[in-house]
């Protein structure tokens, strides 16, 4: 039969084999149906690799086999000529089509007879039977290049048993873990596609390329919002209004703020986390991880008050020069001598907000408050808080990074105590770029805004901490 | 359609970024590719590090096209305030060129009033529309010796900007924010200096339109009157002294305008005293006491407009800069640009999966509890495999006790299958056992086997699926759940599921 213009893979096989998790994985789609019962795939479905919009090749997902005697049984009955038996399958797929006895086989066999090359999947953890037999010799009837892969799906092995049955049927028998394979398998095993079809091998190849460079991507990404998380987290700085009220008032409400803190500080941790599994395309998956703690003893608050928007500090440097300004006119026309009129300007412009300025806090001016008060809950002034959130970001990224998507389990994040884990990470680069970071981790919890150098040096240190970690 | 300003792009990008955190990641990465695409192919080249300006380049690029969909689609998308915004700003700078042009002309007018009494005194002109000048020029440089960011809000108080916009917060409703208070809610963490460069930048607008109403102020002056400057001072000041003095404030145009220099002659001829009422060497030739203006116009555009020229062109740059690399370092920037280079690379289907139809459970199949041995016949299905037969101890221990054995399945033939169930309904058993591998499914061929396999048995004949365990391995409950899901289907009442022991 001729091939499909686009390379097009038809994942065929006994039900519950890991066909479907090996499109979740060479697909990196996690919303795959994969269940334990079998027969969760009921129709096929084509998951086409596209590079804007342009698609490189497409995999398709099928049902299994559920009667490849009978279906091989009829199909013999129409002559067994080698030179016939391509056509037999597709006469076998157009007589059938309505015939909800052969449904399962119509389905898988379509888009073979449309030019599909074939990936059978067998379980390499479960013994090979005679019972694939029939389902694997449909599939040679079909003449299409096609590829056998073992899947391990538990932990015992036959995947020997299953080699010399698989190479009868099949030009090229390759083991591949739909569960545990690296991203560099998977790059791996579409190259392997490429050698099935000439007319394959430069639109594979394209596709490879196009994967690698995406995953570099997503992961300079998911570095450059683990930066800006980062950077968030060091300088959030929460103020609210303080009412007028006893001690005991603002001791209550302090605590509730410095409580509301801490949660919003994890709350920015799990929403960054949230988007890094959504740049490798993990959407809703669980996460087992321990929560981001803060001591409340770490963070820096304080009351403080504004009076015409200046704070205290601010209001005496401006006394004290319009106090030099005003002392100086003073000098020049009432004859006292320039300089001491202004040091007396200074004095008394600087008293007089040191000790009359609070009052007027409460005071209004036609309705509105000249001042108010107030209370700044942040930073977390504990040195070593830039690496215990570095530190943890990094290990829920090479989580991600190793992960697959035919995995449905929850993506465990290892409980690691916050302050080892920042040791460890911080003793791992180098002492220049210890002292970097360390220089930009002061720098923004000064509040001072990072520039473009810095915000690369962080996402850098990411990006090597992760790829460091990550299996290969 | 004026082209939107840098400062209106800032504000909308840190919009529209606020307004794409909660949407699908997906559709962002089509809209943003699909603007990426339309970008010059220099620009467009993913892996390439792209440099500041390509940078902030395809980031204006971006917010124009987003502006232009949203406002297609109804202006449904984020609030895009960076116009009304830059408006406000450009208010504030024509308020700020009107109150210099005033001032500065109202100052010189009260300076340079000149009634015909008394010559205008030289040195008080000098101090106050130079001499000011140079001291607040002063005061900028040495705060702003820091870095602009250290231009705190203290020295703002007196910047002319900062005035108009406390005026501003007095004047409008409580509440309403103006352009300082968006510009500065539009800001992330730590880009607060970027609004006191604004301030600093509108300043150095007023201070220019200062300058230049005072040398328009002049100007008028020296045209429609005649003016006549001397100079006075109580100082012992001889004239050598003072011309020397005056010489060198005049060194930056002395080459370029030797008229605007003034001779020792003028200097001695110019000193006169109020208490004598008259000049020093008196009578003399008023046009000459008015040649001074050369002199003062030339100081006042040296150290007064220049400067403020520069110093506005200094922050003018320091300003844009700044707001260049905020939009540049925002938070999402990044992404925003790699989401644009980047090709679009996606391997899944965009649409809902089909989930198998559920439904209503089958009723729960019937498990053999082997009380008694019973005597059955037993069909081996795909158990061709040496390995994976069968063994006695294993139906021993499962109270079967075997009549015959028969094969079916597996590499079988169906007719083959058909035989055995003929031969099975000749026996006319009580009991037949189907051994079946417990780890593989049950496919629709083995539901068609016992389905027909029902047909000529008696009704009360028990029908014992044996599930055959891997070696050295047991039955697991999933392996269970998934046969008896299976042949629950259909819904047999002597049909029963048995779980084999480890070999």
């Known amino acids: 039969m001729p091939l499909a213009r686009i390379p097009t893979f038809a994942i065929v096989g006994h039900p519950n084999k890991g066909k479907s998790s090996i499109v979740a994985t060479l697909a990196q789609d996690s919303a795959v149906d994969i269940a334990a019962t079998a027969g969760t795939t009921v129709t096929p479905r084509a998951y086409p690799m596209q590079i804007d919009g342009k698609t490189l090749y497409q995999l398709i997902d099928t049902p299994g086999f559920q009667r490849a005697r009978a279906a091989m049984e009829w199909m013999q009955g129409k002559g067994s000529e080698a030179a016939n038996r391509a056509a037999v399958v597709r006469q076998f797929v157009a007589e059938q089509r309505d015939n909800p006895k052969f449904s399962a086989e119509v389905q898988l066999l379509d888009p073979v007879i449309n030019g599909a090359g074939i990936l059978y999947v067998v379980d390499g953890s479960k013994p090979y039977g005679a019972e694939y037999d029939p389902e694997m010799e449909i599939l040679r009837w079909s003449g299409q290049p096609s590829m056998a892969l073992i899947n391990k ?55 490879s390329s196009a994967l690698i460079q995406q995953r570099q991507q997503r992961l300079n990404s998911a570095a450059n919002r683990i930066t800006d998380m980062l950077v968030a987290m060091l300088q959030l700085v929460e103020v609210s209004p303080l009412a007028p009220a006893a001690d005991s008032d603002n001791n209550a409400n302090i605590t509730t703020q410095v409580y509301k803190y801490q949660q919003r500080l994890k709350t920015m941790e799990l929403s960054a986390r949230a988007e890094v599994e959504a740049l490798f395309n993990y959407t809703d998956i669980d996460r087992l991880e321990n929560p981001l703690t803060t001591l409340a003893e770490d963070l820096f608050s304080q009351r403080s008050w504004k009076l015409f928007g200046l704070n205290r500090a601010q209001l005496m440097t401006t006394a004290i020069i319009s106090g030099v300004a005003t002392g100086s006119l003073f000098g020049i026309g009432g004859g006292v001598t320039l300089l001491l009129g202004a040091t007396l300007g200074a004095v008394i412009g600087a008293a007089s907000v040191w000790y009359g300025s609070e009052q007027l806090v409460d005071t209004k001016i036609k309705g509105t408050p000249m001042g108010g008060h107030q209370l700044a809950v942040g930073l977390v002034n504990n040195p070593n808080f830039g690496w215990v959130l570095l530190s943890r970001a990094v290990t829920h990224l090479t989580h991600v990074l190793n992960r697959n998507h035919a995995r449905r389990d929850a993506l465990q994040v290892p409980h690691i105590e916050n302050h080892h884990n920042a040791i460890v990470t911080a003793a791992s680069l180098s002492t220049k770029q210890r002292q970097q970071l360390e220089s930009i981790f002061a720098k923004a919890r000064n509040r001072k805004m990072l520039d473009l150098k810095q915000l690369a040096q962080i996402a850098a240190v990411v990006s090597e901490l992760a790829g460091r970690n990550r299996q290969a | 359609m004026q082209k939107p300003s840098l400062l209106a792009d800032l504000i909308d990008i840190q919009a529209q970024i606020a307004h794409d955190q909660p949407h699908d990641r997906a559709q962002l990465q089509q809209r943003d590719r699909a603007i990426g695409i339309g970008l010059p192919s220099h620009h467009n080249a993913a892996g390439k590090p792209a440099d500041n300006r390509k940078n902030l380049h395809d980031l204006r690029h971006w917010i124009k096209i987003v ?30 060129w009107l109150g210099g042009l005033i001032g500065g002309w109202f100052l010189t007018q009260t300076v340079l009033h000149y009634d015909g009494a008394q010559p205008l005194n030289l040195i008080n002109s000098l101090l106050v529309l130079v001499g000011f000048q140079l001291f607040m020029l002063l005061l900028l440089i040495i705060f702003a010796a820091g870095g602009f960011d250290s231009i705190s809000t203290t020295v703002a ?138 002199y003062l116009l030339a100081a006042i555009v040296t150290y007064g ?199």
């Open chain 1, 153 to 207: 799906i538990s932990d015992n092995d036959y995947t020997q048993d299953w080699q010399s049955p698989l190479s009868q049927y099949f030009k090229i028998v390759r083991a591949f873990n739909a569960q545990s394979a690296s991203f560099e398998r998977q790059v791996q095993l579409l190259t392997g596609f490429a050698v099935l079809a000439d007319d394959w091998y430069a639109p594979l190849q394209q596709a």
């Open chain 2, 157 to 294: 108080i007196f910047n002319p900007a900062a005035i108009v916009v406390r005026l501003l917060r007095k004047l409008h409703p409580s509440g309403t924010p103006i352009f300082t208070t968006r510009l500065t809610a539009a800001l992330p963490t730590g880009a607060e200096f970027t609004t006191r460069r604004l301030l600093v930048y509108l300043g150095q607008h007023f201070t220019v339109a200062f300058n230049v109403g005072i040398i328009a102020a002049l100007i008028y002056l020296v045209t429609v009157s005649d003016l006549a400057f001397g100079w006075s001072t109580s100082l012992k000041l001889d004239t050598d002294t003072m011309y020397r003095w005056l010489h060198r404030l005049a060194t930056p145009w002395n080459t370029l305008l030797p008229l605007a220099s003034p001779e020792r002659e003028l200097v001695e001829a110019s000193r006169y005293y109020r208490l004598q009422s008259q000049l020093q060497n008196s009578p003399l030739d008023p046009w000459l006491l008015a040649t001074w203006w050369r």
């Open chain 2, 67 to 96: 502006r232009q969909q949203s406002a297609d689609a109804g202006n449904r998308g984020a609030t895009f305030s960076g116009d009304s915004v830059q408006q406000s700003v450009n208010i504030t700078l024509f308020v700020l």
């Open chain 2, 305 to 503: 407009l220049l400067p403020r020229l520069l110093a506005l062109l200094i922050c003018g740059l320091s300003y844009h800069r700044a707001i260049a690399n905020t939009i540049m370092a925002s938070p999402n920037a990044s992404q925003i640009l790699a989401r644009m280079r980047a090709p679009l690379v996606t391997t899944n289907r965009n649409d809902c999966h089909a989930r198998r139809q559920t439904t209503a459970p089958p009723a729960a199949m019937r498990q053999r509890r082997p009380n008694a041995m019973l005597s059955c016949q037993i069909i081996e299905w795909a158990l061709a495999q040496p390995k994976q037969r069968v063994s006695a101890s294993q139906l021993k221990a499962a109270n079967i006790q075997p009549q015959q054995f028969f094969a079916a399945g597996g590499n079988s033939s169906i007719r083959q299958d058909q035989s055995v169930i003929a031969r099975l309904a000749a026996d006319s058993p009580t009991a037949v056992a189907i051994v079946v591998k417990a780890w593989e499914p049950p496919l629709a061929e083995f539901v068609d086997f016992i389905t027909e396999l029902r047909l000529p048995l008696a009704a009360d004949c028990a029908v014992i699926i044996l599930l055959l365990p891997l070696a050295d391995s047991v039955v697991d409950a999933q392996q269970r759940a998934m046969w008896a899901t299976e042949l629950a289907r259909l819904n047999d009442a002597k049909l029963y599921l048995q779980a084999l022991q480890c070999p």
